[in-house]
C-alpha cells in the first residue's frame, strides 16, 4: 500500500471533526473522497499533512508512520499536497512559485521540470514570468498542482481541483491528472462532484459528518444510487 | 540655500544607518511576522563588539574587518535569540514576541554596561576615509560619502539576494504564506534562522558603521529603535524598498528640520508619519495584512460579571486594604500608595488590552500626561490638589483624543508601534521644552493638599480613587459598549457587518482607557512631589505591559493582581540588586515563554478545570488549535 489512514481523529479546539476516519491508497492508483461541503474531505488532507496540530491515529506512507512528522518532512518523502484554495504565491511569477516547489529527484523516477509541466499544462507555458496574482482561477489550480509536482511527489492529494472552474477547464484538469497516473503517481482526489470522480478514479471513499460511510468501486457507488442519494449532493 | 544642501547630505549620510537596521527589522518581519524590538539591542551591540575588535586590531584590514566580523558575531547571537527563545513562542499572539523580545532589550542593556562600561566609547576613524572635502566653504567628511553610497548598494544587494537565489525565493515566499512552504517541503525553521540571522547583521553593521561618527553608548538601542519604527511604518513594514525611501525621507526631515524648527525637529517627522498612516494604513510601501492570528484578549471561557459572594470578599479585601494605616509605617505606606497608583494605571492598559484587544506599547504617554496636568495645574494656575486631579486625567483625555484618532486606524503591530511612536514623541516635548516642563530638571512641590498630606491620608485617598475607577472599568466590560468592544476585538468583520463602528468604539475606549491612566499618572504626581520626563518613558510602557500580561490577559481584570505582584517584586529588586534590568528583563523572558496565561488565567484554569480532552492533549495545544479554527472563521468570512 503506497497510504495507509487508520482511526484518524482530529480537533478544532473542543471541536471533534474526524471520527476514526480510515482509508488506503495503492501504488498507481487514483481514488476519489467523495463528500458533501463540510464532510470533513480538506481536514483528512490537513491531518495527513501534520497541518491540524490536535490529531491521533495512524498514517503510514510507503510502510512507514508518518502521522507525528512535520509537513515538511512529510512532503519530503513524497507525498505531495495541492490545497483547496491553490494558495499560489500571488507576488511570485510562475517560474519562481515552481522554484519553491523544488525538491530533490526520486530515485528511479524522472525529475519534473517546468519544462515538464508546460507540457502538462501548456496554457502556464505562455506565462512563465507572469505573477500568480494576475492569473485566473483555472491557471492557478494548474499553476498549484505544477508546483506540487516540482517537488517530485509519488501520491499527490488533491484538494477538490475541479472547484470553481469552467467545465472546459475541468474537461483538461481530468486530462492532466489521467496523465499524471500514466507517469506512476498514486492520486487521491477530494470531491463533491461523482461525475468528475468517475472520469478519472478508480475507487471512491465517501464522507460525511467525519466518518466514512461508504468504500468501494465507482461501479459499485453507480450501483447504489441510494448510497449516492444520502451522502452527495447531486 | 548652501546650508541646506550641505544638511541634506548629511542626512542622505546618516540615512545609510537607519536604512540598514530598519530593512532588517522589516525582512525579519515579513517572513516571521515577529516585530524585533531587540534590533536596537544589536544595533548598539555591533557598534560596541566592532568598538572592541577596532580598537584592538589596527589598519584598514583591522577596520573593516573589525566591522564585519563583529557583524557576523552579533548575526550569529541573534540567530541563538531565535533558536532558544523565539521558536517557541511563534505560536503565540503577537503581544508576546514583542514582549520577549523587549525582555531581551533590557538584559542587553544592562549586560552592556557591565562588559563596556557605563562611559561613552569613542571609536577609531575608517582608515582611508578620515579628512575632509569642502562644499560652499563646509566641510564634508568623506566617511558621509562613503555611507551615501553604501545604501543604495546594500539595497541593490538585497534586491539580488531576494530575486536572483533560492533562498530569496524561499523567502519572499514565506513572507506571503508561510505554511504553504512548508506545504512544499521547505523546513520553515531553518528559513527563519537564516533571515532572523540576516536581519540582525544588516542591525548590527548599522551600528558598526556608526563608530567612525558618534560615540558608543550604552542607551542608542532606544534611540534607534523608536526611530527605525517610524520608518519601517512610514515605509511598510516587510518592504525593502520601503525601508529605504522611509530611512532618507526621516533623516532628511531631520537634518533639513533642525534648521527650520530646531526643537521640535522630531515632531516633523511624527506629522509626516500621521499623515502617511491616513492616506496609506500600512506605509507607502506596505501591503494590507492579514487579521491577526489571534488578537491578545481573546479568551475561550467567556466572562462573566462578579457573583455576589466575590463581590463581597472583594469589598472585604478592599476593607483590609484600609485597614493598613493603622500598623504601617510611612514607607510601607508610600509604597502601598505606589502600587495601588500602578493596580490603577495596569487596569487602564488591561481594559484596552484584553476587551480592547489594543495592545498600547507607549501607556506611559496618558500616565505621564496625567501626571504633567496635575503639575501644571499646581504651577501655573495654583489650583488646589482636588482640581490637579481633574485637569491631570483630563491632559490624559485630551491626548488619548489625539493619538486614539490616528491609532485606532491600524491594528495588531502598527498599533503598537504607532503607540510608542506617540509616546516617544510627548516624552521629547516634555524633555525638550523646558520653559514649561523644566526638561529633564521637571517639575517639584507637587505636594497633595493638608488634608490629604499626610502618608494615611494619602494612602486612603488613593485607594478610593483606584477601587471606584478599578469597579468603574469593570462596570464598561459588562455594559454594553464593553459587548460591542470585545465583538471588534474578536472579529472585526462580524462586527462590521451587525452595525458596529469599529474605528468610534475603538477611539472610545482609548480615550476611556487614556483618562484612567492619567488619573493614575496625577496621583503619582502627588505621591512623588514632583514630575519628570521618565514618567513618560518606554520602562512605564513596559511596566504596564509586564503586569498585564503578569496578571493575565484572558481576564477582567487581572492587572490588579500582577500590578500588586509586579510592583512590589520591582521595588524589591531595586533595593537588592544594581543589575534590576538584567533581572526583570530575564523574568519577562522567562513569563512569556512559561506562562502565557499569567497569574489569574492560572488561578482560573484551576478553578474552571475542564473534563479532560479524549485524546488527552494539553491546554495549550487545545487553545492553539482553538485559535487555528478562529483564523479558518475569519478566513472564510473575508472570501
New interface residues.
Given amino acids: 500500500m503506497k497510504l495507509e489512514v487508520a482511526e484518524l481523529?482530529s480537533?478544532?479546539?473542543?471541536?471533534?471533526i474526524l471520527f476514526d476516519v480510515g482509508f488506503a491508497v495503492g501504488d498507481g492508483e487514483v481514488v476519489a473522497m467523495l463528500g458533501r461541503n463540510g464532510a470533513g474531505k480538506s481536514t483528512t488532507f490537513r491531518t495527513i499533512?501534520g497541518?491540524?496540530?490536535?490529531r491521533?491515529g495512524l498514517v503510514k506512507f510507503e510502510g512507514d508512520e508518518i502521522t507525528r512528522l512535520?509537513?515538511?518532512?512529510i512532503?519530503?518523502r513524497g507525498l505531495g499536497?495541492v490545497?483547496e484554495d491553490r494558495?499560489i504565491?500571488?507576488?511570485?511569477t510562475v517560474e519562481?512559485?515552481f522554484?519553491?516547489?523544488?525538491?530533490k529527484p526520486r530515485p528511479g523516477a524522472a525529475a519534473w521540470t517546468p519544462d515538464r509541466i508546460y507540457k502538462l499544462f501548456p496554457n502556464l507555458g505562455e506565462m512563465r514570468r507572469r505573477l500568480g496574482g494576475d492569473m485566473s482561477g483555472g491557471e492557478q489550480q494548474m499553476l498549484s498542482i505544477g508546483?506540487?509536482l516540482m517537488?517530485n511527489p509519488s501520491l499527490v492529494l488533491l484538494d477538490e481541483p475541479s472547484e470553481g472552474l469552467a467545465p472546459k477547464i475541468v474537461e483538461q484538469m481530468a486530462g492532466a491528472i489521467l496523465a499524471m497516473k500514466r507517469e506512476g503517481l498514486s492520486i487521491v482526489i477530494s470531491e463533491q462532484n461523482l461525475h468528475f470522480a468517475k472520469l478519472i478514479c478508480d475507487r471512491a471513499y465517501i464522507i460525511e459528518k467525519g466518518r466514512i460511510r461508504f468504500s468501494g468501486t465507482i461501479d459499485e457507488l453507480e450501483a447504489h444510487p441510494e448510497i449516492r442519494d444520502a451522502y452527495l449532493a447531486v | 540655500m548652501e546650508l541646506l544642501f550641505v544638511q541634506a547630505l548629511s542626512g542622505l549620510a546618516s540615512a545609510a544607518s537607519l536604512f540598514l537596521v530598519a530593512s532588517g527589522l522589516s525582512i525579519i518581519f515579513g517572513v516571521t511576522r515577529i516585530v524585533n524590538f531587540a534590533h536596537g539591542a544589536f544595533y548598539m551591540l555591533g557598534a560596541y563588539v566592532a568598538y572592541t575588535l577596532t580598537s584592538r586590531f589596527a589598519g584598514p584590514l583591522g577596520f573593516w574587518g573589525g566591522l564585519l566580523v563583529a557583524s557576523l558575531i552579533v548575526a550569529a547571537l541573534g540567530a541563538l535569540m531565535e533558536m532558544v527563545l523565539l521558536r517557541r513562542i511563534y505560536q503565540a499572539p503577537e503581544l508576546f514576541q514583542l514582549l520577549a523580545t523587549f525582555g531581551v532589550t533590557l538584559m542587553v542593556q544592562d549586560l552592556v554596561v557591565v562588559i563596556w562600561g557605563a562611559d561613552d566609547l569613542l571609536g577609531p576613524r575608517a582608515p582611508g576615509f578620515t579628512g575632509a572635502f569642502s562644499l560652499f566653504g563646509r566641510n564634508i567628511p568623506t566617511y558621509d560619502l562613503l555611507l551615501i553610497a553604501l545604501g543604495p548598494a546594500v539595497l541593490g544587494l538585497l534586491w539580488l539576494l531576494f530575486h536572483r537565489t533560492?533562498w530569496g525565493?524561499?523567502v519572499?515566499?514565506a513572507t506571503?504564506?508561510r505554511?504553504?512552504?512548508?506545504?512544499?517541503?521547505?523546513?520553515?525553521k531553518w528559513l527563519f534562522t537564516s533571515v532572523f540571522a540576516l536581519g540582525v547583521f544588516l542591525a548590527a553593521l548599522g551600528g558598526a558603521l556608526q563608530i567612525p561618527r558618534t560615540t558608543v553608548t550604552h542607551y542608542m538601542d532606544l534611540s534607534i529603535i523608536v526611530e527605525v519604527f517610524v520608518v519601517v511604518v512610514i515605509g511598510g513594514l516587510g518592504s525593502v524598498t520601503g525601508a529605504f525611501v522611509a530611512a532618507v525621507l526621516v533623516s532628511e526631515l531631520n537634518a533639513l528640520g533642525i534648521l527650520a524648527l530646531p526643537k521640535i525637529s522630531l515632531v516633523a517627522v511624527f506629522l509626516v508619519m500621521a499623515v502617511v498612516l491616513v492616506v496609506r494604513p500600512f506605509g507607502l510601501f506596505g501591503k494590507a495584512e492579514r487579521a491577526p492570528r489571534s488578537s491578545a484578549g481573546t479568551s475561550?471561557r467567556p466572562w462573566k460579571p462578579m457573583t455576589s459572594i466575590e463581590r463581597i470578599g472583594v469589598a472585604l479585601i478592599v476593607a483590609l486594604a484600609a485597614l493598613l494605616p493603622l500598623f504601617a509605617g510611612n514607607y510601607a505606606l508610600s509604597v502601598g500608595s505606589e502600587i495601588l497608583v500602578f493596580v490603577l494605571f495596569a487596569a487602564s492598559l488591561h481594559f484596552m488590552m484584553t476587551v480592547g484587544g489594543l495592545a498600547s506599547f507607549g501607556h506611559a504617554a496618558y500616565f505621564g500626561l496625567g501626571a504633567y496636568g496635575a503639575a501644571f495645574a499646581i504651577k501655573f494656575l495654583g489650583a488646589p490638589m482636588g482640581v490637579a486631579l481633574l485637569i491631570g486625567p483630563l491632559f490624559g483625555l485630551a491626548g488619548a483624543v489625539i493619538s486614539g484618532w490616528f491609532c485606532v486606524r491600524l491594528s495588531g503591530v502598527y498599533f503598537a508601534m504607532l503607540t510608542l511612536a506617540f509616546a516617544q514623541i510627548i516624552w521629547s516635548v516634555a524633555f525638550q521644552w523646558v520653559e514649561v516642563t523644566g526638561g529633564d530638571n521637571g517639575i517639584l512641590g507637587i505636594w497633595p493638599s493638608r488634608w490629604a498630606s499626610s502618608p494615611e491620608g494619602f494612602f486612603w485617598l488613593t485607594l478610593a480613587i483606584v477601587a471606584v475607577s478599578v469597579a468603574l472599568l469593570r462596570v464598561l466590560v459588562f455594559s454594553p459598549f464593553g459587548f460591542g468592544l470585545r465583538a471588534t476585538r474578536d472579529n472585526t468583520l462580524r462586527a462590521d457587518a451587525i452595525g458596529i463602528d469599529r474605528k468610534s468604539v475603538q477611539w472610545a475606549a482609548f480615550i476611556v482607557s487614556g483618562t484612567f491612566a492619567g488619573l493614575a499618572g496625577a496621583l503619582f504626581a502627588f505621591l512623588k512631589g514632583s514630575v519628570f520626563p521618565e514618567t513618560l518613558g518606554i520602562p512605564i510602557s513596559v511596566d504596564g505591559l509586564v503586569m498585564v500580561l503578569l496578571g493575565g490577559i484572558e481576564t477582567v481584570s487581572g492587572a490588579v493582581v500582577g500590578a500588586i505582584f509586579y510592583k512590589a517584586l520591582a521595588i524589591w529588586l531595586m533595593s537588592q540588586t544594581d543589575l534590576s534590568k538584567l533581572v526583570l528583563g530575564a523574568i519577562i523572558v522567562l513569563l512569556v515563554v512559561a506562562s502565557p496565561k499569567g497569574i489569574v488565567g492560572f488561578i482560573e484554569q484551576i478553578r474552571h478545570r475542564r473534563p479532560p480532552?479524549?485524546?488527552g492533549?494539553g491546554s495549550s495545544?487545545?487553545?492553539?488549535?482553538?485559535s487555528?479554527?478562529l483564523g479558518?472563521a475569519k478566513m472564510k468570512v473575508a472570501e
Avoid at chain 2, 505554511?179 to 520553515?188: E, F, I, K, R, T
Wanted: aromatic fraction near 8%; proline fraction near 6%; charge should be neutral.
Fill in positions: 481523529n480537533f478544532y479546539g473542543p471541536a471533534h499533512m497541518l491540524v496540530s490536535r491521533a512535520p509537513s515538511y518532512e512532503v519530503r499536497y490545497p494558495r504565491f500571488s507576488e511570485l519562481e512559485n522554484e519553491v516547489g523544488r525538491q508546483r506540487t517537488g | 533560492r525565493v524561499l519572499r515566499a506571503q504564506d505554511d504553504m512552504v512548508a506545504c512544499l517541503g521547505v523546513n520553515q475561550f480532552s479524549p485524546n492533549a495545544a487545545a487553545r492553539a488549535d482553538a487555528d479554527a479558518i
